[in-house]
Structures are given as structure tokens and as C-alpha cells.
């Protein structure tokens, strides 16, 4: 039975290895996209939070609710976009979360208290951002191997360009048309996610021998070269066989030369030839089965149990932290500015410098990591501990030269670190490929805590002290304590390996010491022994 096929533009990408290209660059493309319309627009809307408090009057601390809510959501239903792109598929997900984005942001325009946006930018776009966001970062990926990061890098400064025109754009644009005509703009330009979604075509890896099984299969007309396919699979089907049952037999050490179970199993042999040249399906499951023995049962897509892998449970710990240091300075840093003695209408550019330092610092730190020969973990870390660094200067510098050197040095190491933090979940040093899908998810929902509690946090410290740059002493709080988080990975990793190197040694001795054939001295001992300790010997002596 043939079975139905997808059509090419829609159905999967198929390739014998990881492409590093390929359909990979429109899904890259896609990523940009979604970058804009999630972080982007997410970073940008600190432009409104003077609008907001004067619309609604609320406080700082509460008005900051709305962009905490929004980013807790994110994070936090990752194991739901995780499980619904394993039902439904990464396609369908992702123009759903554009939609229910698009949706939340407009319905916000015409909301009547604060509260209200709460549930339309705070659950809905919320929810959106997650469904749009996740799905693509898991399938790029896959699409790449030796090119991830620098690939990844460069999709996600989709950020970063919208930070640098949205944050200028929009502040006159509220002038001419009002803060709530430009979130209807905003929504409208979300939308455009559901059109690039449909990019996002599924990768298979298949090995060589099973795609060309499959083609065979398929064209009937070629009943000679299928015939010549199927004696060769059975052929080969045979000789595993065979293979089996002499390491069986060789193994067993009852002392059995192998004979009999050769000669038990040349009937099923021929049995299994024949039923193989009898139903072509059988030799494919066959192949199917053999080529991915290697590879292992894939992961599901959401595994909590991952938790006990100390290495995770630390990067999941740093993830959590540094999370705290990722949207208070591009929320606050306007009003920081007006504080400090910047001019109102040359504040909201602080947000471009941030932006345009950011771009730099995501290729940067792509071309670096795809060129270090020590472990990327160690280069992530050094970012993470000068970013710490400027968090705190933030709070002391003054005038426009040095909020501006603080928010380009901020820029550009929140731009090595946003870039990789997610992605370095797929090497080795971490989880690694395979795993990544089922890690993810729950490092995503760890995060969303961080998220829910930083912006609020950096309010009540605002609305307390009458200093906003009291918000940036937690930030650098939370980062200094992920660097510590993330030089345990390292050291976690190095334990765990060491552990099981060890295990492996002792297990290979112990294997080695009970297939060790006996020497000459201590057969005749064993032989001596036999004869001295047997009844029947004992009883003729006496």
C-alpha cells in the first residue's frame, strides 16, 4: 500500500544529514521575522509607559505589570507550545501564536483600564509570542550544524533592528496619531507572522538506503531494479542474521561451537529470505529499523525528568537569573535618561544605540563561537560577568555620553547573550542535539518566573526611591548570581563525565576479566581440583 503523500511545498524537507543551509535560510528568514514581532515589540514598549501611567493613572510598579504578565506567559506556556507543535506541527503553530498576537495588540487600543490590558498584551500576546517564538528557534535548529550559531545570531537581531526603528519611529508617531493607533500598527504588523509560518517546513534525516528503498518502491514500472533491491535486502538481511547468531552462539560460553545454532537457523534464514522477497514492506521496516538503531528513540518534546541532569539544572538556574536583567533596561532606560539631564526628544534614541550595539554584538558573537576551540560555555560566561558590570554603572553614570557608552556596552553584550543562551542547549557541553527538544521547553518555563517578577521588581524599587536607577541594582543582582549559576555547568558536566568514564572503565575490566581465557596452569588446576573434590573419586578410595 502506497502511502499518501504531501505535497513538495508543503510536505518535509528531506536529507541524508544536517544540510547548514538549504531551506534553513528561508527558515532563518522566518526567525527574523518572528524575532521583530516578539522581543522587538515586546523591548519597544517602554516608548508607552509614560503614556500609560498618565492614560490610566497608575504607578510605575503597576503599569510595568503589563509587560511582566506579558513576558511570564512567554515563557511560562512553553511546555504547551512545545506539546502543541508535536501534535500539530511547527507550521500551524506558529501562524496560530501570530495570529493570537496580532489579536492581543489590537484589542489593547481599546481598552479602558490597565487591568484590561493585562489580559489582551499580558495573557494574549502573550501567549502568542510563545506560540510564534519557540517552535521556530527548535526547527532552525535542526536545520544546522556547523553554522548554528553564527546562523542563529544573525536571525535573532531581527530584535535588534526593531528596537532601533521602532523605539524613534513610534515615539513621534504617538504624537501625530495617538498610543492607541499605534498599537493597532503594532498588531497589524504581527500579522505578518501567520504568512511566514507557512515557511516553516519540517526537516526528516534519513539515511541514504531507506530513501532509495522508498523511490524504488514507489515507481511501479520498474519491476527489474526492485526485484535486483529486494534480493539484495534479503541478501543482506540473511548475512545480519547470520551475524547474530554467531556472536550468540560464540558468546553464549556453554561451550557450544556454534554448529548447532547455525544449523538451527538456516531454515529460518531461508523462511525470512523468502518472506522478504514476498513483501517489500518487511525489507524496508527492516532497513528503517537498522538505520536508525544509532540514532535511539527520539525524545519526546517536553521531559521534566532532565531536571535530574545536574549540567541542565544549573544552565536552567543561570537562564532563570540573567532572565532578570533582560527587559528592565529597555523599559526604563527612557525615563533614566530624562532623569539623568537628556533631552526628551533625544531619550527615546538611547533605545537605537542599545539596538544598533546589539547587532553588532550578535554576529560578533556568532563568528566567535563557530572559531573557539575552548568550551562555549566558558565564552558565554565571560559576557554574562562584564554585562553585570555595566548593569551597575547604569545607576551612577550621568548626562548623555555616559548612558549612552553604558547603553552600547549594555547593547552589545545583551546581544552576545540573548543570541546563545538558548542555542548552546544543543551542544555538547550542555544537553546536546538530541536532546534539545525535550530541554528547551522546560528551560523556557523556568525562565518565565524571572520574567514575571523583574520589571515589577525594578518598579517597586523605582516608586520607592524616586531613583529609576534603582531598577538597575537588581538587574545586576540577578546577573552576577547567574555567572556563578553558569561556571557550575561547566563543572557539573566535567563530574558527570568523569563519573561515567569511570563506570565505563570499571564495566569494560569486569567484562574483559570474565572473557579472559584461562591459562594452561590454572586449567590443570581446575582440572586437579575437579578430580580431588568429586563423590564418585572419594567413594572408590574408601
Known amino acids: ?84 507543535s508535536n501534535r500539530f506541527g511547527y507550521r500551524l503553530v506558529v501562524m496560530m501564536g501570530g495570529f493570537l498576537m496580532s489579536l492581543g495588540m489590537i484589542c489593547s487600543a481599546f481598552t479602558s483600564s490597565i487591568y484590561q490590558m493585562y489580559v489582551t498584551i499580558g495573557i494574549i500576546s502573550g501567549f502568542g509570542f510563545c506560540l510564534s517564538f519557540l517552535p521556530t528557534v527548535t526547527i532552525l535548529a535542526q536545520y544546522f550544524s556547523r553554522r548554528r550559531a553564527l546562523v542563529t545570531a544573525i536571525a535573532s537581531s531581527g530584535e535588534s533592528f526593531a528596537i532601533f526603528a521602532f523605539a524613534p519611529a513610534f515615539s513621534r508617531l504617538k504624537q501625530a496619531i495617538g498610543w492607541r493607533c499605534c498599537l493597532v500598527v503594532l498588531g497589524a504588523m504581527q500579522a505578518s507572522v501567520v504568512v511566514f509560518g507557512i515557511l516553516l517546513r519540517p526537516i526528516s534525516i534519513e539515511p541514504e538506503l531507506v530513501r532509495e528503498v522508498r523511490d524504488s518502491d514507489s515507481m511501479s514500472d520498474s519491476d527489474s531494479e526492485s526485484a535486483s533491491l529486494k534480493q539484495q535486502s534479503a541478501y543482506e538481511l540473511e548475512n545480519e542474521q547470520t551475524r547474530t547468531s554467531l556472536s550468540s552462539a560464540v558468546s553464549s560460553g556453554s561451550g557450544d561451537s556454534g554448529v548447532t545454532s547455525l544449523s538451527s537457523s538456516d531454515q529460518d534464514l531461508r523462511d525470512n529470505a523468502e518472506e522478504a522477497s514476498l513483501s517489500p514492506s518487511l525489507v524496508q521496516k527492516d532497513l528503517e529499523e537498522r538505520a536508525g538503531a544509532g540514532a535511539g528513540t527520539p525524545p519526546s518534546l517536553l521531559d521534566f525528568s532532565m531536571l535530574k ?183 557539573a558536566k566535567s563530574g558527570l563525565c568523569h563519573r561515567t568514564s569511570g563506570r565505563e572503565n570499571k564495566e569494560e575490566e569486569q567484562v574483559s576479566q570474565d572473557n579472559k581465557p584461562l591459562d594452561f596452569l590454572e586449567v590443570d588446576l581446575v582440572e586437579v581440583d575437579l578430580v580431588e573434590t568429586s563423590p564418585v573419586d572419594q567413594a572408590e578410595v574408601v
Not at 36 to 55: A, I, P, R, S
Not at 65 to 80: D, G, H, L, Y
Not at 434 to 450: D, E, K, L
Request: charged letters at 10%; glycine letters at 10%; proline letters at 5%.
Open 1 to 84: 500500500m502506497k502511502t499518501p503523500r504531501v505535497p513538495g511545498c508543503l510536505g518535509p524537507n528531506v536529507y541524508p544529514a544536517v544540510p547548514d543551509g538549504g531551506w534553513g535560510w528561508a527558515v532563518a528568514m522566518t526567525f527574523f521575522i518572528v524575532e521583530v514581532n516578539t522581543y522587538g515589540v515586546l523591548k519597544t514598549l517602554g516608548v508607552f509607559l509614560q503614556d500609560l501611567m498618565e492614560e490610566f493613572q497608575e504607578s510605575n510598579s503597576r503599569v510595568s505589570w503589563v509587560i511582566s504578565i506579558s513576558a511570564f506567559i512567554f515563557a511560562f506556556t512553553a511546555p504547551v507550545a512545545s506539546l502543541l
Open 309 to 491: 541532569d545536574a549540567a541542565f539544572l544549573w544552565y536552567c538556574l543561570f537562564g532563570l537569573l540573567a532572565t532578570l536583567g533582560f527587559f528592565a533596561p529597555q523599559l526604563y532606560i527612557i525615563e533614566l535618561s530624562k532623569s539623568r539631564g537628556v533631552a526628551p526628544s533625544v531619550a527615546p534614541n538611547m533605545l537605537s544605540v542599545m539596538a544598533v550595539a546589539e547587532i553588532v554584538g550578535r554576529f560578533s558573537i556568532g563568528v566567535v563561537m563557530n572559531r573557539v576551540s575552548c568550551r562555549k560555555t566558558r565564552v558565554l560566561l565571560g559576557c554574562v560577568v562584564v554585562m553585570a558590570m555595566v548593569l551597575l554603572a547604569f545607576a551612577v553614570v550621568w548626562e548623555f555620553w555616559g548612558l549612552a557608552v553604558c547603553c552600547a556596552l549594555y547593547g552589545f553584550f545583551m546581544g552576545t547573550v540573548g543570541s546563545t543562551h538558548i542555542p548552546l542547549l544543543a551542544e555538547d557541553e550542555v544537553v546536546g542535539i538530541s536532546r534539545m527538544p525535550a530541554c528547551v521547553g522546560v528551560y523556557v518555563f523556568i525562565q518565565s518566573f524571572a520574567g514575571l517578577a523583574g520589571p515589577p521588581l525594578g518598579g517597586v524599587l523605582v516608586d520607592v526611591t524616586k531613583n529609576y536607577g534603582a531598577a538597575f541594582y537588581s538587574c545586576a543582582a540577578g546577573m552576577g548570581l547567574s555567572a556563578v549559576c553558569l561556571a557550575l555547568v561547566g563543572v
